[in-house]
């Protein structure tokens, strides 16, 4: 496809050699075999080459001379794929003093051919001599007769007709439907070539009743405004315009059309010329070759591990030949979508995941990832990350997810061992202060923990253990501490070493009277600790606060529940105090019995609170 700029090349050049070289010979080559001519002479009307080539040399022979151009001004608009018409004009001066200079007007079609560009239409026009200035008709001079203007006017008729015929065949060669237009808003159509009708499948009279003759209600609903945007950007540029849009016929399809028009001013009204190619077949072959190259691109740019392609509409999956190798079992091929939301071969906790990613795909999310756990061989689960990438049609919508499975299973439980490391103390294999923050900070924003109790363990005279039975012994009821905490509380209660011989728990959903039956079943088990294994006794004191009625922070809460423990550090030990007591708002019975004066704290025979509060003894974090 030429670009405007070659095909003003090829008319100047056309230009340089009539009319500053006057070589005609060399002009010859440019012409194609089936030109037509119509100059400005009375009998310069060429309908083959032959004629086109004996005028040539003819009117080389009776002027040699050349001329200097001086003004030339052209215009270039596609008439089809590689056919171009150019219009303007131009002046000449001549060398000879017997020649008088040219002042012409000319419009050319050309066609682009495997031997270079060719001519195929040229006409030479210049306004009548007669004419005065600012008139557009001739008028009667130098005693022309009557009869002699008549002869002029049918000699002028007979031209005009010639030329519209062969405008006409030239119009029937060319390939898809011509109209023209105004540039109004409904694009107001005022003439239309046959095949133009034929392309639509409308007569002339079915477009007048049905669309107004409104070529913009013609074009598919959907594409209009698109279509209006894309013509004002263009002529911001200049005059002419391309555009692919779809039409709907009279049968109802669509096709895809390239539009290629050039506007131009006619009587003050701005018109459209343009020619119309149904490119529906190629349009489809572009589009099916640049979903393959494009699929394949992705493809190629991933890593290579399980490779799939999901077909959208079809709902269909595949995969890369490895998949059974991996897994020892074939994938689910079809309806995909219904079939592996029950499919066992995902991680029951995991299947969300991957259901949101086939849903965020199929509504056009670009690019998705997730990790999930795929059944193996021996029915253990594997970690894989999935990477999904959409492609979509020329509508935009989602249409084929091409990606891969990778096997992250080794780098997912090394990454989990060293969180679950640095999150848990290494002797007790409690968790360390800082997670254990974190973790109790969080339950502070769960609305079904509406209450909870916060306990600080401090052992009593552990000093004196280590001195007299060593750091190994030591270390062995700070374990036997840890085991009795997790055995006292459910998976979902924190519990953490936070110093050397400090411990903390949090029980979500907690009451006072609940949070006084751990505490007493957790003396009870302390006690029967032995430092060497026979040997020795441990203690414990315990200070305790309460969500949210001693504060709604992490950090009010363990200011109050240590003051409760410091308050029972300085006074006998190895007794449990809240600070509700510390506050005095308790009865003094209650405060004896916190400081260890009453034997028990008042617990029901079965062991357990009469509220709605379960304790699964020997479960652990």
């Known amino acids: 496809m030429k670009s405007k700029q070659e095909v003003l090349a090829f008319v100047r050049l056309l230009q340089h050699l009539y009319w500053e070289e006057r070589d ?53 608009f596609p008439l089809a794929d590689g056919i171009y018409g150019v219009y303007g004009e131009f002046s000449a001066v001549s060398s000879a003093e017997e020649m008088s200079d040219v002042c012409d007007r ?43 203007l008549k002869a002029r006017v049918e000699e002028t008729s007979r031209i005009l007709q010639k030329k519209e015929s062969e405008l006409e065949a030239l119009t029937v060669s060319v390939p898809g439907g011509l109209h023209r237009c105004r540039d109004d808003r409904e694009m107001t159509l005022l003439t239309m070539s046959g095949s133009f009708l034929e392309m639509f499948g409308y007569s002339r009279e079915e477009i007048k009743a049905w669309f107004n003759d409104s070529f913009v209600e013609m074009i598919y609903e959907e594409d209009r405004r698109r279509i209006r945007s894309e013509m004002d950007r263009q002529l911001a540029r200049g005059n002419t315009v391309e555009l692919e849009y779809r039409i709907v016929g009279k049968d109802g399809g669509l096709r895809w059309i390239l539009d290629k028009g050039v506007r131009i001013q006619e009587d003050g009204d701005a018109m459209f010329y343009c020619v119309l190619l149904d490119i529906t077949d190629q349009k489809k072959e572009r589009e099916e070759l640049r979903l393959s190259l494009e699929r ?18 079809e709902d269909e999956l595949k995969f890369s030949s490895n998949w059974k190798k991996k897994f020892g079992y074939n994938p689910i091929h079809s309806q995909i979508s219904a079939r592996i939301p029950l499919s066992e071969n995902i991680y029951p906790a995991d299947m969300p995941a991957f259901i949101k990613i086939m849903r965020d795909t199929a509504a056009g999310v670009p690019y998705s990832e997730t990790e999930f756990r795929i059944r193996g061989k021996l029915g253990d689960y594997i970690w894989c990350l999935i990477r999904a990438t959409t492609q979509f049609n020329a509508e935009g919508k989602a249409v084929r997810a091409v990606g891969v ?17 640095a999150s848990l103390d290494s002797l007790t294999g409690l968790l360390n202060k800082k997670t254990a923050r974190e973790r109790i900070e969080g339950w502070f924003l769960d609305e079904e923990a509406p209450c909870g109790a916060f306990i600080l363990i401090d052992l009593d005279d552990f000093k004196h253990i280590n001195d007299r039975y060593g750091h190994l012994c030591g270390d062995r009821v700070l374990s036997g501490i840890a085991e009795i905490m997790k055995r006292q509380t459910r998976k979902d209660d924190v519990t953490a070493r936070i110093g050397g011989d400090e411990f903390l728990a949090y029980l979500p959903g907690a009451t006072e009277k609940i949070a006084a039956e751990v505490v007493h079943r957790f003396l009870k088990a302390v006690k029967e600790l032995r430092p060497d294994g026979r040997n020795g006794e441990v203690r414990a ?68 609170c009469q509220e709605e509060f379960s304790w699964e003894e020997g479960t652990s974090l």
């Open 106 to 148: 000319f419009s050319l079609v050309c066609a682009e051919r495997e031997e270079g560009m060719k001519i195929l239409h040229l006409h030479m026009s210049k306004p009548d001599l007669e004419q005065t200035e600012g008139s557009y008709y001739a008028k009667k001079e130098n005693g022309s007769t009557k009869e002699e």
């Open 541 to 608: 004191s315990i200070g305790a606060s309460f969500y949210p009625k001693d504060g709604t922070d992490y950090l009010t809460l363990f200011a109050k529940a240590d003051q409760a423990l410091y308050f029972v550090k300085g006074a006998d030990k190895n007794k449990y105090y809240t600070y509700e007591m510390l506050k005095g708002e308790q009865s003094l019975d209650k405060r004896c019995m916190a400081l260890g004066i009453s034997a028990e704290p008042d617990i029901p025979a079965d062991g357990k």
């Open 296 to 313: 394949h691109k992705l493809i190629m740019d991933q890593t290579t591990d399980i490779i799939f392609e999901w077909d959208i509409g």
């Open 405 to 421: 499975i990778i096997d992250i299973d080794r780098n997912k439980k090394q990454k989990e061992h060293l969180m679950a490391q």
């Open 24 to 76: 005609m010979e060399a002009l010859i080559p440019y012409f194609d075999e089936s030109t037509s001519w119509i100059g400005t002479g009375r009998h310069e009307i060429c309908y083959n080459l032959d004629e086109a080539i004996q005028a040539l040399r003819e009117q080389a022979e009776e002027c040699p001379s050349c001329f200097t151009l001086r003004e030339q001004k052209y215009e270039v």
